[in-house]
């Protein structure tokens, strides 16, 4: 057995809510609830959130346009379908966030709002996303992880179980959606799927160019580089399709209703797969860092008018 492939492999928020007060012994409680404490040191922008540097106003049409709606939309104030186009809608959703947060109230993105939008952490940060309700290019791209080649590269997942599509934005914000859209799967089902292979952070034990974290999650020895010491490498026998433990090839069979899925293993720690309905085959996603190199390694170039034919 040979193989004509090397891979390199590479090893690789929700705040505390502040303690409610107590409620002293001559006062009523209030009405509405208290506004906290501003933090006595300053905030910094969660490692997930989109930074938010432009003005933005009614009638302006571009990316930042979109990542204010999808803020407002995670925030319960923008009712409408994030298009990237500031109009109405978003123009109140904006006035309704600077109210909250006792700005002047404006309608325009200006530098205090802008301070606020990046030193608070939003709701659901990272779970950002847009209803798909192009029929014709969601059932062409269910499942596939489209990039904006033509803006700044940014990546979503479009998941075939709800029509929508989710930015991918940080790495954070990757892993989070890789976590929250897994479907529970057991070992034998996911067995019978072929494994690829991607760049990979963390340890390296036994230097095989597999990571410890996915030698523990497929079952292979982490200190051997060979597990079943049959001569041949566990990432060579992974690379040709034969089994790292023992005789044989995998038995893999092509399940078309797995392509674009995210499955979690059960029965193991939780660990979590994508499917590439490219190639059928699961690639590993270990940690934050390689949730978001895998997604845009296998991500497919998407055009500005394409994508926005897609909402």
Do not use: H
């Not at 659901?124 to 029929?135: E, F, K, L, Q, Y």
């Not at 080649?149 to 890789?178: C, H, Q, W």
């Not at 089994?243 to 995210?262: D, E, F, H, L």
């Not at 939780?270 to 895998?294: H, I, M, T």
């Amino acid at each position: 057995m040979t193989s004509d492939q090397q891979i390199a492999v590479q090893k690789a928020c929700q705040p505390a809510i502040p303690a409610t007060p107590a409620t002293p012994a001559t006062s009523t409680t209030p009405s509405t609830p208290a506004v906290p404490a501003t933090p006595a040191t300053p905030a910094v922008p969660a490692a997930s959130q989109f930074i938010f540097t432009k003005k933005l106003e009614y009638g302006m049409k571009n990316d930042d346009v979109l990542q204010l709606q999808l803020r407002m939309e995670a925030e319960k104030l923008l009712t409408a379908t994030p298009n990237g186009y500031f109009g109405n809608g978003t123009l109140q959703a904006v006035k309704d966030f600077q109210k909250k947060n006792n700005l002047n109230v404006t309608g325009v993105v200006d530098a205090a709002t802008m301070e606020k939008l990046n030193t608070t952490i939003p709701p659901n940060a990272g779970m950002a996303s847009i209803a798909v309700i192009n029929d014709a290019l969601y059932l062409k791209l269910k499942g596939r992880i489209i990039l904006k080649v033509e803006a700044k590269g940014e990546a979503y997942y479009i998941n075939p179980s709800d029509k929508r599509m989710y930015s991918l934005g940080r790495p954070d914000d990757a892993f989070k959606v890789m976590r929250e859209k897994g479907i529970g799967i057991t070992n034998a089902i996911l067995n019978k799927i072929q494994i690829g292979l991607s760049d990979l952070s963390g340890a390296d034990t036994d230097g095989d160019g597999l990571s410890d974290l996915l030698e523990t999650a497929i079952g292979t020895d982490l200190n051997k580089a060979d597990t079943d010491g049959d001569g041949f490498g566990d990432k060579e026998e992974l690379i040709n399709g034969f089994n790292p433990k023992g005789t044989g090839n995998i038995s893999t069979q092509i399940i078309p209703s797995y392509a674009g899925k995210i499955f979690l293993q059960v029965e193991g720690k939780g660990e979590a797969w994508y499917v590439n309905p490219v190639d059928n085959k699961r690639y590993f996603l270990g940690r934050p860092a390689d949730a978001f190199n895998v997604m845009r390694k296998l991500g497919l170039g998407i055009a500005n008018k394409d994508f926005d034919r897609m909402k």
